[in-house]
């Protein structure tokens, strides 16, 4: 069992940054690649950045160049560092784990096995 735990969300102009931590504990944190998803009211939830438990970084269209992926494995945490936010990155964001033995694309949410309960993000326009 993983338990994740994401802090960091808040209400920021368009513009502005944030930094989005999740907070992970159980079993080994390096063993598992990690993702950040969101989901807007109305909306189905989708992709948005993920690192492998190698380092391997991956990014939606949407974020690329603006969003920023890290993991910090002696400290079992993840970030997402948001810059140059947009009012349509409003949305509730989830930190998500799977095992470096699972398959799939690391965009596909059912690939996943363990989530947080989300953050909210509000980017005012």
């Known amino acids: 069992q993983v338990q994740l735990v994401e802090s960091g969300g808040g209400l920021v102009q368009a513009g502005g940054s944030l930094r989005l931590s999740c907070a992970a504990s159980?079993?080994?944190?390096?063993?598992?690649?990690m993702g950040w998803f969101r989901q807007a009211p109305g909306k189905e939830r989708e992709f948005v950045a993920s690192?492998?438990?190698?380092?391997?970084?991956y990014y939606a269209d949407s974020v690329k160049g603006r969003f920023t992926i890290s993991r910090d494995n002696a400290k079992n945490a993840l970030y997402l560092e948001m810059d140059s936010l947009k009012p349509e990155d409003t949305a509730v964001y989830y930190c998500?784990?799977?095992?470096?033995?699972?398959?799939?694309?690391?965009?596909?949410?059912?690939?996943?096995?363990?989530w947080g309960q989300g953050t909210q993000v509000t980017v005012s326009p």
């Open positions: 998500a784990a799977r095992g470096r033995d699972q398959t799939g694309m690391l965009t596909t949410i059912a690939t996943y096995e363990y």
């Open positions: 159980g079993r080994t944190f390096s063993w598992y690649s």
């Open positions: 690192i492998t438990w190698s380092g391997v970084r």
